[in-house]
């Protein structure tokens, strides 16, 4: 059962509190409570909008209760809320995705990183072209995440990029901008980069072995 209430900026629970875990696990329950967590967050702003106010958000409520001819799920600010629930199933539901959560709950990437900006991580070319990375941004970096090696294709392995590092990659694909490029800046910026910018990515398979 995923319930809650809110009251102003106070979320109550139903459900038990669960822990992140890796993806062969079942995390069933950590999601849907993100989802529920969404939903809830959603009514803590609309109570910001009423100035905090319990008596001026629950007659508006009322008021949307009676007309949606008392059916709670067609409630406008229940609707809006459920509109926002599934706001981060690009990671929670991509295989990809999820892994950018056990890697940045693994080496406690709060501090270094922030938060997720992006609802999914977005896909692109290396720069030789030649194998995919996912880019997740967050508030103060990126997380460019790939798959493992030929050994190891189902692992996934992740580079934490910011600051100078990430001012490098942008000068490195502004010197590149074609998939493949052999002029002389590109392959300079190339080498530079994977020589003194570019930290080696650490991987999952190995984190879990020694967390």
């Known amino acids: 059962m995923y319930g809650a ?33 969404i939903h809830e967050m959603q009514h803590t702003r609309q ?18 209760y009676c007309r949606a001819g008392f059916e709670y799920a067609k409630i406008e600010y229940e609707k809006k809320a459920d509109a926002m629930e599934h706001l981060m199933d690009g990671l929670l539901d991509d295989e990809f995705g999820y892994a950018f959560f056990e890697f940045w709950n693994i080496m406690q990437l ?9 609802k999914a991580p977005s896909r692109s070319k290396q720069y030789n072209g030649q194998y995919l990375y996912y880019d997740l941004r967050f508030q103060y970096g990126v997380l460019q995440g790939s798959k493992g090696s030929a050994a190891s294709p189902n692992d996934r392995c992740f580079r ?8 490098a990659r942008v000068l490195l694909e502004n010197a590149c901008e074609k998939p493949v490029s052999y002029s002389p800046s590109c392959e300079d910026f190339r ?7 570019a930290p ?12």
């Open 110 to 118: 709060d501090s270094v990183l922030g938060y997720p900006l992006d």
């Open 47 to 64: 109570y910001r909008a009423h100035g905090w106010s319990k008596a001026s958000f629950g007659t508006t409520y009322l008021l949307q």
């Open 160 to 167: 934490i990029l910011t600051g100078t590092v990430l001012a």
């Open 5 to 37: 209430i809110t009251i102003n900026h106070d979320m109550y629970f139903v459900a038990k509190a669960t822990l992140f875990g890796p993806p062969w696990l079942d995390n069933t329950d950590f999601i849907n409570n993100t989802r529920t967590l």
């Open 191 to 197: 080498r530079r980069f994977a020589e003194f910018a």
């Open 200 to 211: 080696a990515p650490l991987c999952l398979t190995e984190l879990r072995r020694n967390p």
